[in-house]
């Protein structure tokens, strides 16, 4: 009784050091922001973890955390963000996700009206994924030592018996393809941070993936591998994976999408489309015999309607992933050196 | 893109292609030098040796302004960032260029040196507004075409009577280097070159002149898209072959024969020559970069922080300097792509993407 007499001020109030203390301040702000956002009948235990339903098939588990610069962008915020994240961590391995877990690291000073609308954008994010935040937990760090809001989360999921997705099974002849334009989420987000106001504003293209790839399983192409290429890129995915299965990839410049509103922005800054973060796309490797198949079955999902095939896997000793260009000319593909930096002049 | 694919399209770059092919005489070779990292940098990433016939070799000259600051001068500013705890004020790439004793700008600011990587010269001058308690020094890097934003800046600071900013002035100038790579005593053939592109925006045409009336050189002046830089490739070839040493203008969308009067204008007011600046490659070129004149020398920071310049021998097994004077190819170099990689640059021309040696890692080892 004494926590509702006593509303957060959730249009004027900030975080203070209390709100992380473990006294009432923090069983407040649990209640009326946390609670009342992600509503479930696990959050109403009111423990500190969920005591969950026991599952039949093989568990995913996966952990993953959200530190983005600005906490808003075009498309996105981090709450909707680390949703979509965590389940395209479960979503690649071809899981259903199930439940998610939320840590909270707040900065002393952060409004509560962004922390609501955080937690709010996240809860809507999970309802429409169909998971459910089940537990968390919240720590406060003082002024200066935090960027906002860091948000930590884990995720499991569970995956049906004879989906065996791993960068092993790819081999030579594979084809590549990718769920749509590459390099949106980087754009959006470096473009507010940095207050360069294009007049085409670019949206991040931050989305759970889940949906698509159920239907990509459910087209029966023989699936190799599932990537979501974030951090470096569609460059360092396809990296990755060469390296990993030990395998060289041959790709075409005009196969892969690109929206002209970014390939402008990475013109001007001087960036490679293939080096962006991408928050709602995917990599998939397949049977070449079954490429048409499961683009057809991408291209009937609206988060894969502009799906391409992209390129093949090819033999090579060095795992070099190369493009031909729009030229006709041929070029290594390379991981990001150090941090994707504007050039000079 | 508007503007831009215009300069990509394929079927032209094909019709090109086709046309230096039709013109490159047989047992005849172009050794032709693209002085630019944008151009090496184009080269690479557009593909185009492959739509180049094999007599057609293409040298990458000095124009990183990364690739030729010496260790020293790098030195010099980690030095002033530990030492004076200033805030250091630079541009992206210049963070990863290996200095001394294993370390980097970025190295020392990850260290606890105050480092910060800026977009423009009015980033730094917002730092010094927003910090008067503390002394902000901008490291004024790059070739013409990044000395205009920084005159504005010292004019700006002036104005608005800024006492705590001050410029590292490591701006140097194009015609003096390729003087130096003429004037070298070495035997690289070197047929002509492609001139730069955003540097003859503001220095104009004009000064290239004496490469092909004294030293014999034909210049053509080319953009940095692809088509840009296969016409120019197509006009050195025409003049090769006519015996003609003249300087051509390709880029005349931006690039007229006076340049650009109101920067030169602005560069001249705030700057002077320096009688010889070391550059990584060259060694010490005469009158080949700027300093603050005596009227704005209040912001020069190797006086402000009476900071002496110790100049430092390059890593023993590293080919850049042979690079940088078009002596050598990248993989010519016994560490490349082995010891010496992006991640881990132990010579200047790995770290910028203009670089040579960057640019045959990332785009055509496989090649």
């Given amino acids: 009784m004494i926590l509702q007499s006593h509303p957060l001020d959730i249009a004027h109030g900030r975080i203070e050091m209390s709100h992380g203390a473990g006294g009432r301040a923090m069983v407040q702000l649990i209640h009326q922001l946390f609670a009342q956002a992600f509503d479930n009948p696990w959050l109403a235990q009111h423990s500190d973890a969920a005591v969950l339903p026991a599952l039949q098939e093989r568990l995913v588990l996966t952990c993953d955390a959200h530190v983005v610069s600005p906490l808003f962008f075009n498309g996105g915020d981090i709450g909707s963000l680390a949703v979509h994240g965590t389940i395209n961590d479960l979503a690649m391995l071809g899981a259903r996700p199930l439940y998610l877990t939320a840590s909270f690291i707040l900065e002393e000073g952060l409004p509560l009206r962004d922390l609501k609308r955080i937690a709010d954008s996240m809860a809507a994010a999970a309802r429409a994924a169909g998971v459910a935040v089940v537990t968390g937990d919240t720590k406060v760090v003082e002024k200066g030592k935090g960027d906002g809001v860091f948000i930590s989360t884990s995720g499991l999921g569970s995956v049906r018996a004879g989906i065996d997705l791993s960068a092993s099974r790819v081999q030579p002849g594979d084809c590549i393809l990718l769920s749509g334009s590459i390099g949106e989420h980087g754009i959006a987000v470096l473009s507010q941070r940095e207050h360069l106001d294009f007049d085409t504003p670019i949206a991040s293209d931050s989305a759970a993936l889940h949906a698509l790839v159920a239907a990509m399983l459910d087209s029966g192409a023989r699936l190799r591998v599932l990537r979501d290429p974030t951090r470096g890129g569609l460059a360092a995915t396809l990296n990755e994976i060469a390296q990993q299965a030990g395998v060289g990839m041959m790709l075409q410049e005009a196969a892969i999408p690109v929206q002209p509103g970014v390939e402008a922005a990475c013109e001007f800054l001087g960036l490679d489309p293939l080096n962006i973060a991408n928050e709602g796309k995917l990599v998939a490797i397949c049977a070449w015999e079954d490429a048409d198949q499961l683009l057809q079955a991408m291209r009937e999902h609206p988060l894969g309607k502009h799906a391409a095939i992209i390129g093949k896997v090819v033999e090579d000793a060095h795992c070099f992933v190369q493009m031909t260009g729009k030229l006709g000319g041929r070029r290594v593909i390379d991981w990001l050196a150090g941090e994707q930096l504007p050039r000079i002049c | ?367």
């Fill in chain 2, 1 to 367: 893109m508007k503007f831009v694919s215009e300069f990509r399209d394929p079927q032209l770059a094909a019709n090109i292609a086709a046309n230096i092919a039709h013109e490159v005489q047989a047992g005849r070779s172009y050794h032709l030098m693209e002085f630019c990292g944008g151009h090496t940098h184009a080269l690479s990433r557009f593909g185009l040796n492959d739509l180049l016939p094999h007599n057609i070799h293409m040298i990458h000259g000095p124009g990183c302004p990364v690739c030729v600051l010496p260790v020293g001068r790098v030195d010099q500013a980690i030095r002033l960032a530990r030492e004076h705890k200033v805030i250091l004020c630079t541009y992206a790439d210049t963070m990863r260029i290996p200095a001394s004793g294993k370390l980097s700008l970025a190295r020392a600011r990850a260290e606890g040196a105050d480092v910060r990587m800026i977009y423009s010269t009015q980033d730094a001058l917002q730092i010094a507004r927003d910090h008067p308690q503390r002394e902000v020094v901008f490291m004024a890097i790059g070739f013409e075409t990044t000395t205009p934003p920084t005159a504005v800046a010292v004019l700006q600071a002036e104005r608005e009577g800024l006492q705590n900013f001050s410029l590292l002035c490591y701006h140097v100038l194009t015609p003096a280097a390729m003087h130096a790579i003429l004037a070298a005593d070495n035997t690289i053939q070197l047929d002509g070159f492609v001139g730069p592109a955003h540097v003859s925006t503001v220095i104009g045409s004009q000064p290239y002149a004496t490469f092909s009336r004294d030293h014999g050189k034909p210049v053509v002046i080319a953009g940095f898209e692809p088509l840009d830089m296969l016409q120019a490739i197509l006009m050195l070839v025409r003049q090769v072959n006519a015996g003609r040493a003249e300087v051509e203008n390709e880029f005349t969308r931006a690039v007229t024969h006076e340049g650009n009067r109101k920067a030169q204008q602005l560069v001249q007011q705030v700057f002077t020559v320096r009688d010889s600046f070391e550059w990584r490659g060259l060694g010490s070129v005469p009158h080949s970069a700027l300093r603050l004149r005596d009227a704005y020398q209040n912001f020069d920071a190797e006086l402000r922080f009476k900071l002496p310049y110790v100049a430092v021998a390059d890593h023993k097994a590293c080919e850049c300097a042979a690079i940088l004077r078009g002596e050598k190819q990248p993989q010519q170099c016994k560490i490349f792509g082995t010891a010496c990689t992006p991640e881990h640059p132990i010579g200047s021309c790995m770290v910028s993407s203009e670089g040579a040696c960057a640019a045959h890692y990332s785009y055509g080892r496989a090649i």
